[in-house]
C-alpha cells in the first residue's frame, strides 16, 4: 500500500517537473502552467498508467508508469548528448557537452562577478576591496537571517492557526487502487498548496523542493 500511495504521488507531478517539461505542460505557452493544463497533464499521465483501462490504477500499474518516465528521462539525455542525431554518441560530441557545461558556468561566474560588481564597487575601479568584501558579507548574511526569520515566523503562525498542511491521501476509500477521481481529487490539492500565493497559476519557483542539509553548498 505504501508503494502505491508513493507512486501515485509521483503521478501528481511537481511543480518545478511541470514547468521543466516545457511545451507539454504549458499548453498554452506563456510561461504558466494553470489548474487546467495541470490537471490535463494529470489525466493523461493516469490515462497512460491505467493499461487494462478499468479507470484503477493498481501496484503494477504505477511501477510500469515509474518505469516509462525513468526511460524516457534517460532518452532525453541520450538526444540532447546526440548532437547529429545519428543514434551514437561520439567522443567530439562528449567533449561538446562538456565544453558547453564549462561555458555555462563562466557565464554564471561572469554574471554574478557583475551584479557584485555593480552593487558593492563603491568607487568603480573594477574589482572588490577587501572593506567592499566584508560589507557584501554582511549584507548577504543579513538577507539571509530576514528569510530564516521571516520563514520561522510563517510556521509559528501556521501553529497558531492549526492550518498545516496535511499530506493528501491518493486512496481516499482505502481499497489499494487509485481511482480517475481520486487521482484528479489529489491533482487539485496538490496544485493548491503548490500555488503559493493563491493567483490560480504555477510560475517558475513556485512549489518546488526545498532544500534540506544535502541541498545545501558546500564551501
Known amino acids: 500500500m505504501k508503494r502505491i500511495l508513493l507512486a ?11 514547468m521543466a517539461a516545457g511545451p507539454k505542460a504549458d499548453l498554452n505557452a506563456d510561461g504558466q ?20 483501462g478499468d479507470e484503477l490504477l493498481s501496484k503494477d ?13 534517460e532518452d532525453a539525455r541520450f538526444d540532447r548528448a546526440d548532437l547529429n542525431g545519428d543514434g551514437a554518441i561520439t567522443r567530439d560530441e562528449v567533449d561538446a557537452a562538456k565544453d558547453a557545461k564549462r561555458e555555462k558556468r563562466t557565464e554564471r561566474r561572469d554574471e554574478k562577478k557583475a551584479e557584485m560588481l555593480e552593487r ?3 568607487n ?9 568584501r566584508e560589507v557584501a558579507k554582511a549584507e548577504r ?4 537571517d530576514a528569510r530564516k526569520s521571516e520563514r520561522g515566523e510563517k510556521r509559528e503562525d501556521r501553529k497558531r492557526d492549526g492550518k498545516r498542511a496535511k499530506r493528501p491521501t491518493p486512496d481516499a476509500d482505502g481499497d489499494g487502487f487509485v481511482s480517475r477521481a481520486e487521482h484528479m481529487a489529489i491533482t487539485e490539492q496538490l496544485f493548491a498548496r503548490m500555488d503559493a500565493n493563491g493567483d490560480g497559476v504555477l510560475t517558475q519557483g513556485e512549489g518546488g523542493k526545498r532544500k534540506g542539509r544535502k541541498g545545501k553548498r558546500r564551501g
Not at 8 to 18: D, F, K, Q, R, Y
Not at 141 to 144: I, L
Open 120 to 122: 558593492y564597487d563603491t
Open 8 to 18: 501515485t504521488a509521483i503521478l501528481g507531478v511537481s511543480a518545478t517537473a511541470l
Open 61 to 73: 500499474e504505477l511501477k510500469g508508469l515509474h518505469e516509462a518516465r525513468r526511460d524516457a528521462r
Open 33 to 52: 502552467v494553470t489548474l487546467a493544463e495541470f490537471t490535463s497533464i494529470a489525466s493523461q499521465n493516469f490515462t497512460l498508467a491505467d493499461v487494462n
Open 124 to 132: 568603480v575601479d573594477g574589482e572588490l576591496s577587501e572593506a567592499e
Open 141 to 144: 548574511k543579513a538577507e539571509r
